[in-house]
């Protein structure tokens, strides 16, 4: 069953970083992983950027692997193989958009 909570607060407060992360349209991921989560190897078909909040990731790609605390910004164009450990509990923003060379399309 549907239901609509009114609700008392008004106001919300959302560091600039974040905002500036949200596409014209779409949305931003925020995730939520465990000391110990993998995300093994990937690639995605758009640029991502993650914004770490709270916590430690080891992030790895090709050629190159760092250890990311809060406030470390990650840019992944398109295709790029990567994968992110938590090193404890880890909380992240991600921003997908369409690639930089496709984006005048």
Same mark, same amino acid.
Not at 36 to 63: A, N, Q, S, Y
């Given at each position: 069953?549907?239901?609509?909570?009114?609700?008392?607060?008004?106001?919300?407060?959302?560091?600039?970083?974040?905002?500036?992360?949200?596409?014209?349209?779409? %949305?931003i991921e /925020?995730?939520?992983?465990?000391?110990?989560?993998?995300?093994?190897?990937?690639?995605?078909?758009?640029?991502?950027?993650?914004?770490v909040i709270?916590?430690?990731?080891?992030?790895?790609?090709?050629?190159?692997?760092?250890? %990311?605390?809060?406030?470390?910004?990650?840019? /992944?164009?398109?295709?790029?193989?990567?994968?992110s450990e938590? /090193?404890?509990?880890?909380?992240?923003?991600?921003?997908?958009?369409?690639?930089?060379?496709?984006?005048?399309?």
């Amino acid at each position: 069953m549907t239901q609509i909570i009114a609700g008392t607060k008004t106001e919300f407060a959302i560091d600039p970083d974040i905002l500036a992360l949200l596409p014209r349209q779409g %949305c931003i991921e /925020l995730q939520h992983d465990a000391a110990g989560k993998v995300h093994h190897f990937h690639t995605h078909p758009v640029d991502e950027i993650l914004v770490v909040i709270r916590g430690r990731l080891t992030f790895r790609w090709e050629g190159g692997e760092r250890i %990311c605390t809060a406030g470390d910004k990650i840019l /992944l164009p398109a295709g790029t193989l990567h994968e992110s450990e938590a /090193l404890d509990d880890a909380i992240y923003a991600i921003a997908t958009q369409t690639p930089a060379a496709d984006a005048s399309n």
